[in-house]
């Protein structure tokens, strides 16, 4: 498939607001975006229709529960089973930050054995608690099952900042060894929170800005097409949003946010 | 109720006749205080003899739309009015012979609409424009810290909104007392400014974050008089098509009510702001503060842009103090129509309201739209695909009447001309000599100790650990963040990149110098007019617009009203002497509590444009070997400064703004930035010298020596101490590569300047005195300690 063939659904509902520069990044890539209120997308336009599905940041519905829950019961409740077949054909989904967290909820992450009916995951509050909005260092560690980051080097560190109160990534603690390795196994581990060198955090603030379990930042679903992650490639996608391009003198054309988007496109043009 | 007074109409609903035609002076005051509508009897007055030429009594929604339209907050009575001058001059309006005469004179081609709008507008690029509006919400904030904070970045986003821009900004600049306040000093009915604090900055993260806004400067201060009054500046930057910028509704046109449902929230928000607060203001005025429901403004946004790009209103305002009766009124008066409503066609939160709740409530997160006829039913639709109510709730006439309905009946009916014509304010000013006298105290040999006190002083320590919990990054537009080099110094602007076809860029920056205010109202507006336009020249910013924003005492007392006068005396001289009108501006006057007036604060926020973001130079050092320059003379001006402050004195010689030299000093910076000489500049603000060179110096992990001899000096000054923390206006420090020396030298000759010093790579920050000693000799590590350890 050509580049520009590619249609991209970006969902939306009231709380959502990272929509406007996802499709950007998008865009810049040739492929074609789209903006759909949730209304539209479950009763307009055929979700089949599209390639790539995305759930961006925000606070959907206010998140006045837990962060994502009500979108995502939302979303499984009205075009649950769109949303599955949409998968089963290998087309890929991202969530970020509030998305990801929508796709913890609806359990199509980490969705070891299938899309699973409750959680199996959380994102928590984060420890420390409270707000947060920082750049942080990303070790990519996926052996090349995530389609979203297929073009990174496993090993290689990304700057990609971070902007929430609820991203600490939890799994049952009675069964997180056990989970853990079920994600290692398949390759479902993405990014992790590291170092400006790479070294892992291991839980210590602020290279792991949440607390979150195994430094985990992003996963994927076992066949790789679904990937959520708490950082915002989208602000990490141009080189003048970066943090420090002043220092450099002149902004580099890219940031490290590019190439998760470019990966999936290119992965899209060779699937289908 | 008193019997007498307030007759109960014979309707199936709660109504009141007040019979002010019998009613004495005394009855009409008590009138007025028991309905809580903050009028005063001259007020009073003109109302009976209104109603007498009618034959009739008003009814509680009649005056209490009056008392809203009339209230200092709606109707800025004192910038209006006539004010007598102990010399006996008179001044008829503040805003009209300083604010606005200074844009006036200065007719910039590019300001599309001052004053007029709900924000000021100034052209951008193309077809695009800047919509700027600042508010405070101090009253409701010392009530309820959290929802007073949140509805006041509610209420200015929805001012932008009211011209039809996109908000895409925020900034928030707040005043609290000092977080360490005695308990047992507290009087009652006053707060802790810790729980101020918290809930304040909890506040405005919720509201900025949660409709996706950055919020990318902002300023806190710290201050004792702020312990009974905090003070909340929110303020927002919008973006939008001036094609789309459509005000011409006309008689005929729906009135749309849409957005979040009304209730009682927020009833009396504006008289209550035009009082002073007292040990009752939370039992009393607790309702006057709204509830805050970000997401439902999100909501509201997304489809007031979708009917404005579809160009089916007439015009549009927001509903914020005084609610449908400021709206309704001001969209009549301003369209020369009238207004009949059926007020049964609001949609409420619960039924039982009196038809006054339902007309003057400030329930948040609605806007009014004037729509015509045949696009009503689109308009509607596009509220709805994004699940928010609207509502016709009536019609624009062409009678200049106001005529309200309520379940059949009439129950108002004010002439328009009548409701904006209230009686002119005649106040007098006094002026007051304060008994200032400048400290002597010897020099100190080390400084090094005084430096880190400064640098952990609250209002130069840093503040990172509030602004990390707003959003800075939604929309991936900014460019220059609030926080640059490897360690989070303080940039001095914020740099917007709101095109994705263009480079050009919105630098967004603030002055305020409320200490100075002590010693002078004068100077401390010229001080923050010139600290907002270098703040914003630093980071490469120009063709600056002005936002005013007012926190005052009590006007109805002469002193306060005095060094009211005084200071819009120095906004209208250097506005002009910038070059820099002002677009935009809001007073926050009575802030007063049983510990007496807020210091006289005024909020100067600048909105400068950068022809090309990648032109955009931060604070940060960049490189070892580099060269340190600064621009700008250095006066013997310690009055009101931090050294003073942590020697125990505030002293007398407030720094001035000599308008010549300052405005040599902007051009020459933007021209060397503009050459790309410039690898870092800072401001020189609280702290002076020594301060802005230790904050280039902590960002960024580079050590910084410093020749104090060579630093350009007013003929009387002789101390190192002097020098380095002297707060005199309109200087910067400049990192220049050493292959720039001689061009940079000849981009600035025409101003003040001189090296001063160097870029060190071992990390020490050294400052050689006049006798070429060090002065000041410290580790980075142990100025980063200082400063971010306090917050």
Same mark, same amino acid.
């Given at each position: 498939m050509r580049r520009e063939e590619i249609r991209v659904c970006i969902v939306r509902v009231g709380g959502t607001n990272c929509d406007a520069e996802t499709k950007r990044s998008f865009e810049d890539l040739g492929v074609k975006a789209f903006v759909y209120h949730f209304n539209e997308v479950s009763q307009g336009i055929d979700l089949l229709d599209y390639h790539i599905l995305v759930f961006p940041g925000g606070f959907a519905y206010g998140d006045y529960v837990r962060a994502g829950v009500i979108f995502a019961k939302n979303v499984m409740a009205r075009m649950g089973k769109k949303i599955i077949r949409f998968v089963d054909e290998g087309k890929p989904i991202l969530g970020i930050c509030n998305g990801f967290q929508m796709l913890v909820e609806s359990g199509l992450l980490p969705g070891i054995n299938g899309v699973s009916e409750h959680p199996e995951a959380a994102l928590a509050? +984060?420890?420390?608690?409270?707000?947060?909005?920082?750049?942080?260092?990303?070790?990519?560690?996926?052996?090349?099952?995530?389609?979203?980051?297929?073009?990174?080097?496993?090993? %290689?560190?990304?700057?990609?900042?971070?902007?929430?109160?609820?991203?600490?990534?939890?799994?049952? %603690?009675?069964?997180?060894?056990?989970?853990?390795?079920?994600?290692?196994? +398949?390759?479902?581990?993405?990014?992790?929170?590291?170092?400006?060198?790479?070294?892992?955090?291991?839980? %210590?603030?602020?290279?792991?800005? +949440?607390?979150?379990?195994?430094?985990?930042?992003?996963?994927?679903?076992?066949?790789?097409?679904v990937f959520g992650l708490m950082p915002h490639p989208e602000r990490a996608y141009y080189g003048w949003q970066l943090p420090d391009w002043t220092r450099i003198g002149k902004p580099p054309r890219y940031g490290d946010g590019k190439m998760i988007f470019e990966s999936v496109v290119q992965y899209v043009m060779r699937k289908f | 109720m008193n019997k007498h007074l307030y007759i109960k109409k014979d309707l199936p609903f709660e109504i009141y006749e007040i019979n002010i035609l019998e009613a004495d002076e005394k009855d009409l005051l008590k009138i007025s205080k028991e309905m809580g509508l903050a009028l005063n009897l001259e007020e009073m007055l003109t109302i009976r003899n209104y109603f007498l030429q009618k034959h009739r009594n008003p009814t509680d929604i009649e005056l209490q739309t009056i008392g809203q339209t009339w209230s200092e907050h709606c109707y800025h009575k004192t910038f209006k009015g006539l004010i007598i001058l102990p010399d006996g001059?008179?001044?008829?309006?503040?805003?009209?012979?300083?604010?606005?005469?200074?844009?006036?004179?200065?007719?910039? #081609? *590019?300001?599309?609409?001052?004053?007029?709008?709900?924000?000021?507008?100034?052209?951008?690029?193309?077809d695009y424009g800047i919509a700027v509006k600042v508010e405070t919400h101090n009253h409701p904030s010392a009530i309820e810290p959290f929802g007073g904070a949140a509805t006041g970045i509610g209420g200015v986003i929805r001012d932008v909104l009211g011209v039809w821009a996109d908000p895409i900004a925020c900034m928030d600049v707040l005043g609290f007392g000092p977080l360490d306040y005695d308990f047992s000093k507290l009087p009652p009915g006053i707060k802790h400014p810790r729980y101020i604090f918290r809930g304040v900055v909890d506040g405005i993260g919720s509201y900025g974050n949660n409709m996706g806004i950055p919020t990318v400067n902002g300023a806190i201060y710290f201050d004792e008089s702020y312990?009974?009054?905090?003070?909340?500046?929110?303020?927002?930057?919008?973006?939008?098509?001036?094609?789309?910028?459509?005000?011409?509704?006309?008689?005929?046109?729906?009135?749309?009510?849409?957005?979040?449902?009304?209730?009682?929230?927020?009833? @009396?928000?504006?008289?209550?702001?035009?009082?002073?607060?007292?040990?009752?203001?939370?039992?009393?005025?607790?309702?006057?503060?709204?509830?805050?429901?970000?997401?439902?403004?999100?909501?509201?946004?997304?489809?007031?842009?979708?009917?404005?790009?579809?160009?089916?209103?007439? $015009?549009?305002?927001?509903?914020?103090? =005084?609610g449908l009766s400021s709206a309704v009124g001001e969209t009549a008066y301003k369209f020369k129509c009238g207004a009949s409503l059926k007020l049964d066609n609001v949609p409420l939160k619960y039924s039982n309201m009196a038809p006054w709740e339902i007309y003057i409530s400030e329930s948040q997160e609605r806007m009014l739209l004037t729509v015509p006829e045949s696009n009503l039913d689109k308009v509607i639709r596009i509220f709805m695909n994004e699940n928010v109510e609207a509502t016709s709730i009536g019609k624009l006439t062409s009678d200049s009447v106001l005529k309200i309905n309520y379940k059949g009946f009439p129950v108002a009916e004010l002439d328009i001309?009548? &409701?904006?014509?209230?009686?002119?304010?005649?106040?007098?000013?006094?002026?007051?000599?304060?008994?200032?006298?400048?400290?002597?105290?010897?020099? #100190?040999?080390?400084?090094?100790?005084?430096?880190?006190?400064?640098?952990?002083?609250?209002?130069?320590?840093?503040?990172?650990?509030?602004?990390?919990?707003?959003? @800075?990054?939604?929309?991936?537009?900014?460019?220059?963040?609030?926080?640059? =080099?490897?360690?989070?110094?303080?940039?001095?602007?914020?740099?917007?990149? #709101? &095109?994705?076809? $263009? *480079?050009?860029?919105?630098?967004?920056?603030c002055g305020i110098n409320p200490s100075y205010g002590k010693i002078s109202a004068y100077w401390m507006a010229a001080s923050a007019i010139d600290e907002a336009i270098r703040n914003n020249a630093a980071a490469g910013g120009r063709r600056v617009a002005l936002l005013d924003n007012f926190v005052w005492g009590n006007p109805e007392k002469p002193d306060r009203l005095g060094s009211?006068?005084?200071?819009?005396?120095?906004?209208?001289?250097?506005?002009? =002497?910038?070059?820099?009108?002002?677009?935009?501006?809001?007073?926050?006057?009575?802030?007063?509590?049983?510990?007496?007036?807020?210091?006289?604060?005024?909020?100067?926020?600048a909105i400068g444009v950068v022809p090309d973001v990648r032109k955009t130079v931060s604070m940060d050092l960049k490189e070892a070997g580099n060269l340190i320059y600064i621009v700008g003379q250095t006066y013997a001006e310690l009055g009101g400064s931090e050294y003073y402050r942590i020697k125990g004195f505030l002293g007398k010689s407030v720094p001035k703004v000599r308008l010549k030299e300052a405005r040599r000093n902007i051009r020459a910076i933007t021209r060397a930035i503009d050459r790309g000489y410039?690898?870092?500049?800072?401001?020189?603000?609280?702290?002076?010298?020594?301060?802005?060179?230790?904050?280039?110096?902590?960002?960024?992990?580079? =050590?910084?020596?410093? *020749?104090?001899?060579?630093?350009?000096?007013?003929?009387?000054?002789?101390?190192?101490?002097?020098?380095?923390?002297?707060?005199?206006?309109?200087?910067?420090?400049?990192?220049?590569?050493?292959?720039?020396?001689?061009?940079?030298?000849?981009?600035?000759?025409?101003? @003040?300047?001189?090296?001063?010093?160097?870029?060190?790579?071992d990390g020490s920050f050294i400052i050689y005195g006049?006798?070429?000693?060090?002065?000041?000799?410290?580790?980075?590590?142990?100025?980063?300690?200082? *400063?971010?350890k306090p917050l």
């Amino acid at each position: 498939m050509r580049r520009e063939e590619i249609r991209v659904c970006i969902v939306r509902v009231g709380g959502t607001n990272c929509d406007a520069e996802t499709k950007r990044s998008f865009e810049d890539l040739g492929v074609k975006a789209f903006v759909y209120h949730f209304n539209e997308v479950s009763q307009g336009i055929d979700l089949l229709d599209y390639h790539i599905l995305v759930f961006p940041g925000g606070f959907a519905y206010g998140d006045y529960v837990r962060a994502g829950v009500i979108f995502a019961k939302n979303v499984m409740a009205r075009m649950g089973k769109k949303i599955i077949r949409f998968v089963d054909e290998g087309k890929p989904i991202l969530g970020i930050c509030n998305g990801f967290q929508m796709l913890v909820e609806s359990g199509l992450l980490p969705g070891i054995n299938g899309v699973s009916e409750h959680p199996e995951a959380a994102l928590a509050t +984060n420890i420390p608690i409270g707000y947060r909005c920082k750049w942080v260092y990303l070790r990519h560690e996926n052996n090349g099952k995530c389609v979203f980051t297929r073009l990174i080097p496993k090993g %290689r560190v990304l700057r990609i900042p971070i902007s929430h109160a609820e991203g600490r990534f939890l799994l049952p %603690r009675d069964r997180e060894k056990e989970i853990l390795n079920k994600l290692l196994e +398949n390759d479902q581990i993405v990014l992790r929170y590291c170092s400006e060198n790479g070294e892992y955090a291991e839980g %210590r603030y602020p290279d792991n800005p +949440n607390g979150s379990f195994h430094d985990i930042a992003g996963i994927c679903n076992p066949e790789g097409t679904v990937f959520g992650l708490m950082p915002h490639p989208e602000r990490a996608y141009y080189g003048w949003q970066l943090p420090d391009w002043t220092r450099i003198g002149k902004p580099p054309r890219y940031g490290d946010g590019k190439m998760i988007f470019e990966s999936v496109v290119q992965y899209v043009m060779r699937k289908f | 109720m008193n019997k007498h007074l307030y007759i109960k109409k014979d309707l199936p609903f709660e109504i009141y006749e007040i019979n002010i035609l019998e009613a004495d002076e005394k009855d009409l005051l008590k009138i007025s205080k028991e309905m809580g509508l903050a009028l005063n009897l001259e007020e009073m007055l003109t109302i009976r003899n209104y109603f007498l030429q009618k034959h009739r009594n008003p009814t509680d929604i009649e005056l209490q739309t009056i008392g809203q339209t009339w209230s200092e907050h709606c109707y800025h009575k004192t910038f209006k009015g006539l004010i007598i001058l102990p010399d006996g001059r008179e001044i008829d309006s503040l805003f009209k012979t300083f604010i606005a005469k200074a844009t006036r004179e200065l007719n910039m #081609p *590019w300001c599309i609409s001052v004053f007029e709008d709900n924000a000021g507008i100034i052209h951008f690029e193309g077809d695009y424009g800047i919509a700027v509006k600042v508010e405070t919400h101090n009253h409701p904030s010392a009530i309820e810290p959290f929802g007073g904070a949140a509805t006041g970045i509610g209420g200015v986003i929805r001012d932008v909104l009211g011209v039809w821009a996109d908000p895409i900004a925020c900034m928030d600049v707040l005043g609290f007392g000092p977080l360490d306040y005695d308990f047992s000093k507290l009087p009652p009915g006053i707060k802790h400014p810790r729980y101020i604090f918290r809930g304040v900055v909890d506040g405005i993260g919720s509201y900025g974050n949660n409709m996706g806004i950055p919020t990318v400067n902002g300023a806190i201060y710290f201050d004792e008089s702020y312990v009974g009054n905090v003070v909340v500046y929110c303020g927002c930057v919008g973006l939008l098509p001036i094609s789309r910028y459509v005000k011409n509704a006309r008689a005929g046109d729906h009135l749309v009510l849409a957005g979040g449902r009304t209730g009682r929230d927020g009833i @009396h928000g504006v008289t209550f702001a035009s009082l002073e607060l007292t040990e009752k203001s939370e039992e009393v005025s607790r309702p006057a503060v709204q509830i805050a429901n970000p997401i439902e403004e999100e909501k509201l946004k997304r489809a007031i842009m979708a009917a404005r790009d579809l160009g089916l209103a007439s $015009s549009i305002t927001d509903l914020g103090g =005084g609610g449908l009766s400021s709206a309704v009124g001001e969209t009549a008066y301003k369209f020369k129509c009238g207004a009949s409503l059926k007020l049964d066609n609001v949609p409420l939160k619960y039924s039982n309201m009196a038809p006054w709740e339902i007309y003057i409530s400030e329930s948040q997160e609605r806007m009014l739209l004037t729509v015509p006829e045949s696009n009503l039913d689109k308009v509607i639709r596009i509220f709805m695909n994004e699940n928010v109510e609207a509502t016709s709730i009536g019609k624009l006439t062409s009678d200049s009447v106001l005529k309200i309905n309520y379940k059949g009946f009439p129950v108002a009916e004010l002439d328009i001309p009548f &409701l904006f014509s209230p009686p002119k304010f005649r106040r007098t000013a006094k002026f007051i000599k304060l008994k200032l006298k400048e400290p002597f105290f010897p020099e #100190p040999k080390d400084l090094t100790k005084d430096l880190l006190e400064i640098l952990s002083s609250p209002n130069v320590a840093s503040k990172e650990s509030v602004v990390r919990t707003y959003d @800075h990054e939604v929309k991936g537009n900014t460019v220059l963040k609030p926080f640059c =080099g490897r360690n989070n110094g303080p940039s001095d602007a914020a740099v917007i990149k #709101p &095109l994705d076809d $263009s *480079w050009r860029g919105i630098v967004i920056s603030c002055g305020i110098n409320p200490s100075y205010g002590k010693i002078s109202a004068y100077w401390m507006a010229a001080s923050a007019i010139d600290e907002a336009i270098r703040n914003n020249a630093a980071a490469g910013g120009r063709r600056v617009a002005l936002l005013d924003n007012f926190v005052w005492g009590n006007p109805e007392k002469p002193d306060r009203l005095g060094s009211l006068v005084r200071a819009c005396a120095a906004c209208y001289r250097f506005s002009k =002497g910038f070059r820099a009108p002002f677009i935009s501006g809001k007073d926050s006057l009575y802030n007063e509590s049983p510990l007496g007036p807020v210091t006289p604060t005024l909020l100067i926020t600048a909105i400068g444009v950068v022809p090309d973001v990648r032109k955009t130079v931060s604070m940060d050092l960049k490189e070892a070997g580099n060269l340190i320059y600064i621009v700008g003379q250095t006066y013997a001006e310690l009055g009101g400064s931090e050294y003073y402050r942590i020697k125990g004195f505030l002293g007398k010689s407030v720094p001035k703004v000599r308008l010549k030299e300052a405005r040599r000093n902007i051009r020459a910076i933007t021209r060397a930035i503009d050459r790309g000489y410039v690898r870092a500049c800072h401001d020189l603000s609280e702290g002076g010298l020594a301060v802005a060179a230790a904050e280039m110096a902590l960002a960024s992990g580079y =050590g910084l020596e410093i *020749w104090l001899r060579n630093v350009p000096v007013a003929d009387d000054l002789r101390r190192n101490d002097y020098i380095l923390f002297s707060e005199s206006n309109s200087r910067f420090l400049v990192e220049v590569p050493v292959k720039y020396k001689e061009a940079f030298e000849s981009t600035v000759r025409g101003a @003040h300047h001189a090296l001063i010093g160097k870029v060190r790579g071992d990390g020490s920050f050294i400052i050689y005195g006049l006798n070429r000693d060090p002065v000041i000799h410290a580790g980075i590590e142990e100025l980063i300690d200082s *400063w971010k350890k306090p917050l």
